[in-house]
């Protein structure tokens, strides 16, 4: 079992930038590839960026490509989400998940979530 809690969420400006970290509990979390979702008002969960259990494979939605950063210590059993160049766009609830790769993560098949954390950006 693994329990992810997200935070670092908040109010930026466009332009801005914020870093979205995801703590996990439990003894299996560095066998686990991880991604980062949004989910818009209204809208689906969207997958955002994905990383391999050891870091060495990574994966983002095509438009936060060049502005997004996901990065893992397992040591400290976390997971971040650094964001610059920060659009109205990206604003949504972001949840950090966990699955057995990366490709099963992008695809959202993921074993567990966490609750999420809201990010507001203003235009």
């Known amino acids: 079992q693994v329990q992810l809690v997200e935070s670092g969420g908040g109010l930026v400006q466009a332009g801005g930038s914020l870093r979205l970290s995801c703590a996990a509990s439990?003894?299996?979390?560095?066998?686990?590839?991880v991604g980062w979702f949004r989910q818009a008002p209204g809208m689906d969960r969207d997958f955002v960026a994905a990383i391999s259990w050891n870091g060495g494979i990574t994966d983002y939605k095509d438009s936060v490509k060049g502005r997004f950063t996901i990065s893992r210590d397992n040591a400290k059993k976390t997971v971040h989400l650094q964001m610059n160049s920060l659009k109205p766009e990206d604003a949504g609830v972001y949840y950090c998940a966990v699955g057995s790769g990366v490709r099963t993560v992008v695809a959202g098949r993921c074993d567990y979530w966490g609750q999420g954390t809201e990010v507001t950006v203003s235009s």
């Open positions: 439990g003894h299996t979390f560095s066998s686990y590839a």
